[in-house]
């Protein structure tokens, strides 16, 4: 069954289902946060920023030495656009990423004082942020029961059938529909943790997943070492 958003039917998993599915992810891991390393709010939205299109990873190894010289908008904005490239040059498209930052740490200081408004309009002004950079730094930093939906979550919502969309604001919106109210605080962190370790994009690991009773997806792969010995 393909879930059909016209007519209101947001996943082909029942209400039961889906709050069996978030109660063994919390179950495995009640404490879900971002792997990206970060101390002040400030540091998080760059670090966010930063993440686009690369890896946490990557974002971690460069910011580890940034927020340890530039932890503050000012002393970020001092650095400049070649200074902070010196940063991030191994992080992809880092210079237009620079120049965002920059950007940010201005208006961040002129508008806000130098702290991270907690507003998505004001979020989404700053250079460099859109809708999801948005909803981390409101989910993370603000508690906001928010859902960034990136490439991983993306896939393990369709996947799933825990939503079925073309375009993350489809996904989006229907998660925030379809999941149950009491794990929606941390659903967007369950989902991007569960898509980046176990329902990989090429090869999904389903044989030990959680959830795999649950899932919608008619293509699961067995464990290769279990099969190669059969």
């Not at 996947?159 to 998660?175: H, N």
Request: positive net charge; glycine residues 6%; aromatic residues 6%.
């Amino acid at each position: 069954m393909v879930p059909d958003i016209t007519t209101g039917e947001l996943s082909t998993l029942n209400s039961g289902q889906r709050h069996e599915l978030f109660a063994r992810l919390r179950a495995a891991n009640p404490q879900p946060a971002t792997e990206l390393e970060y101390a002040t709010t400030f540091q998080l939205l760059i670090a966010v920023i930063l993440s686009a299109q690369a890896t946490d990873k990557s974002v971690n190894l460069a910011t580890r030495k940034l927020f340890a010289d530039a932890p503050t908008p000012q002393a970020m904005l001092a650095l400049g656009e070649s200074g902070l490239a010196d940063y991030v040059n191994r992080i992809g498209l880092y210079q237009r990423k620079a120049r965002n930052v920059i950007a940010t740490c201005r208006q961040l200081l002129a508008r806000h004082a130098g702290e991270v408004p907690h507003s998505r309009a004001a979020l989404e002004a700053l250079p460099g942020v859109g809708r999801k950079t948005a909803n981390v730094v409101l989910n993370t930093a603000f508690g906001e029961a928010t859902i960034a939906v990136d490439t991983h979550i993306f896939r393990v919502a369709n996947r799933i059938g825990l939503a079925a969309g073309t375009t993350p604001l489809a996904v989006e919106r229907q998660l925030l529909q379809s999941v149950p109210e009491e794990f929606r605080q941390s659903a967007h962190h369950w989902l991007i943790l569960h898509g980046r370790y176990v329902c990989k994009a090429r090869k999904p690991e389903c044989w030990r997943c959680c959830l795999a009773d649950l899932c919608a997806w008619p293509e699961k792969l067995e464990d290769p070492v279990g099969a190669a010995g059969r």
